[in-house]
């Protein structure tokens, strides 16, 4: 059986959706951001929490785990600049707790979800895993701590485990059963498509003076279902044995503006998005585009989906819960 921590969330949710498929699923989830809805059926759901020592104990006693998938923690960089504890406590500290719990049952496997954040502004174009890392905010340090964590804590107690650090998640499933739900939703591409939708008067660009070919920032968007295929595949390696410690960069190699991104929406949906240019928002970097080549060389993954898959399905979920499909 395998533990799916945060499972209710858009990416674990997705993740669980295929992995149903292939294995015995159980989700812990405290529904905090997550959506109860969002878990497939055919998953054992318990409501609980992450940083509850009780709860953990519950649900590894109740089911025999063989590997856990953490997908459970707060991951908006703005917020974490505002409210730091609550990333320090929820990322670091309960994954701390889960560990130790993981250590008593002596469940050996682990998949991480970790961020581009890690790396902070990086100085070259393509980030590879070589690629220095430093976060330049909470966020993106409580993940890094968590990574660091992970590799002292395998060294000392044998825990085999694989990061993934995701650059910009989006889509939907292709049946539109599930998608990105956020409530506040901070994200460009569901403000984009709830602004033609009409929930939303315009579009904010932010920051139009950034040293990239149209001045907007450039990001490389991975299909929400990319990344569920990308933890399967690891989930098969490490249940293998064939991988202990390592860390992969998941995204599609290739970059797109935030210009760029509001065209394709435009052409996806054939509405005109009402575009505002204003300030920059704290803390972007110009340019964040990832290399997965490693992953592709040891696990065989790549990104099977462009941005326009991207948008069109996460188009037809929109439009969906809004009830105009
Ligand atoms: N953007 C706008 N207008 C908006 C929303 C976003 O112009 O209304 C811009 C942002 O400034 C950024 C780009 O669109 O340049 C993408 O922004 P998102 O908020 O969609 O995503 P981020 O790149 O900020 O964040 C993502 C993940 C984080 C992760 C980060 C790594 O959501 O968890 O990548 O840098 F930390």
Redesign the pocket.
Known sequence: MILVVGGAGYIGSHLVKELVEKEEVVVLDNLSTGHREAVDNRAIFVKGDLGNVDDLLMVFRSYPIKAVMHFAAN???GESVINPLKYYENNVAATIMLLKVMKRFKVKNFIFSS???T?GIPHVDMIDETTPTAPI?P??RS?LMVEQILADFSKAHGLNYVVLR?????GAHKSAVIGESHDPE???????LQHLLGQREK?????SD?DTEDG????DYIHVTDLASAHILALKALLKGKKTAEIYNLGNGLGYS?KE?IETCEKVTGLKANVEM?D??P????R?IASSQKIYDELGWKAERNLEQIITDAWKWHQRVSGTM
Do not use: E, M, Q, W
Not at 186 to 192: A, E, M, S
Not at 283 to 286: E, S, Y
């Open positions: 991951s908006l960089v961020t581009a954040a790396y905010n966020y993106g993940k995701y650059f910009n998640a989006a901070t994200h460009l591409i569901p403000i984009i579009v904010s660009v932010f920051g950034y907007t920032c450039i990001r935030v991104v204003t920059r928002r803390g972007d970097p110009a964040l």
